[in-house]
């Protein structure tokens, strides 16, 4: 068994921070990508940002400058952070993991956490 987890999250000002960090536990025998992604009302979910194992990281154009994705491998963790917020960043905010289990690669995603900016 195998679960991603969110924390974090709530309710903000525009121009504020917040951050979100994401778990990964259970049988886990190895973790490649890793990432944030966003769904607002209405809209698809989308891409915010990437790390990999190695610690690359990729943003989606929105975000880069405010948001910095970080992970640290020996928890199975990645974080968030986000400043400078503005209303249009308001989503739910899905965790998503490429786990290695039975010899194959296989996608997780957490159930999200809420992410409101007020204006």
């Known amino acids: 068994q195998v679960q991603v987890q969110e924390s974090g999250g709530g309710l903000v000002q525009a121009g504020g921070s917040l951050s979100v960090s994401c778990v990964a536990s259970?049988?886990?025998?190895?973790?490649?990508?890793m990432g944030w992604y966003r769904q607002a009302p209405g809209k698809q979910r989308e891409l915010v940002a990437t790390?990999?194992?190695?610690?690359?990281?990729t943003y989606v154009d929105s975000v880069k400058g405010r948001f910095t994705i970080s992970r640290d491998n020996d928890k199975n963790t990645i974080y968030l952070q986000m400043n400078s917020l503005k209303p249009e960043d308001t989503a739910v905010y899905y965790c998503?993991?490429?786990?290695?289990?039975?010899?194959?690669?296989?996608?997780?995603w957490g159930q999200g956490t809420q992410v409101t900016v007020s204006s």
């Open positions: 259970g049988k886990i025998f190895s973790i490649n990508d």
């Open positions: 998503h993991a490429e786990i290695l289990r039975a010899l194959k690669w296989r996608d997780y």
């Open positions: 790390i990999t194992k190695a610690g690359s990281t």
